[in-house]
């Protein structure tokens, strides 16, 4: 079981927008502003798409947004498109003991 | 450009040891940390390890304290990962990712296949 939960999977159709939740607990998303959100196609390495909640690393479409709202985090995808089906995955600092929390990923299918 | 690449993945049996290795370039490799994650087959992200830059600071997953080591040699700008008393549910591909500097993981190698055998 991941120490972050995430839906296992969301659909949308292309040019709709599609929200993905990460909920945690006080100890990591609700206690610091360090989620982070990846995606991943199938045999590939993680991309990262947002950092401190909602900021964009350059290169990201600002189709992806993130949010944050007590111990849940948001990745919403807008105007989707095909290349947007893919796993996503929430991250969280947790403290200097635990340190990180991965959710268990989302796929996103894009109908 | 950034570029990560792991090495030293393969098949080993339950109980034994292996080290993996993560050449970096493109970037100042000794002003990072840098971590390792694993997948198993079909499975999410699992966080392992982190290393400072100056490998002041390092930090595990409990499941692997005690069995993993993580170190760095900032002159061969490579990181490695030290496994012992390997275990069948090991059995991962282990990416190294860079450590961004806020917060996340902003680059990732390939990744490095580890089969643990029984």
């Known amino acids: 079981q991941s120490a972050l939960t995430q839906p296992r999977s969301v659909s949308g159709s292309p040019g709709q927008s599609v929200t993905i939740s990460c909920t945690g607990t006080?100890?990591?998303?609700?206690?610091?502003?360090?989620v982070s959100w990846y995606q991943q196609h199938p045999g590939k390495a993680p991309k990262f798409m947002i950092y401190?909640?909602?900021k964009r690393p350059s290169g990201v479409p600002d189709r992806f947004s993130g949010s944050k709202s007590g111990n849940s985090a948001s990745l919403t995808i807008s105007g989707l498109q095909a290349e947007d089906e893919a796993d996503y995955y929430c991250?969280?600092?947790?403290?200097?003991?635990?340190?990180?929390?991965f959710g268990g990923g989302t796929k996103l299918t894009v109908l | 450009q950034v570029q990560l690449v792991e090495s030293g993945g393969g098949v080993v049996q339950r109980g034994g040891s292996l080290r993996l290795s993560c050449a970096a370039s493109?970037?100042?490799?000794?002003?990072?940390?840098m971590h390792w994650v694993r997948q198993a087959p079909g499975k999410g992200l699992q966080w392992m390890a982190f290393?400072?830059?100056?490998?002041?600071?390092?930090y595990y997953a409990d499941s692997v304290k005690g069995r993993f080591t993580v170190s760095r040699d900032n002159s061969r700008n490579t990181l490695y990962l030290q496994m012992n008393s390997l275990r069948l549910e090991d059995t991962a591909v282990y990416f190294c990712?860079?450590?961004?500097?806020?917060?996340?993981?902003?680059?990732w190698g390939p990744g490095a296949l580890v089969t643990v055998s029984s």
């Open positions: 401190d909640v909602s």
């Open positions: 991250c969280s600092y947790a403290g200097s003991y635990t340190f990180v929390v």
């Open positions: 006080s100890s990591d998303v609700g206690g610091y502003n360090y």
């Open positions: 290393i400072q830059y100056d490998e002041s600071k390092k």
């Open positions: 493109g970037f100042t490799f000794n002003n990072y940390g």
């Open positions: 990712a860079k450590d961004h500097p806020d917060w996340g993981f902003d680059y």
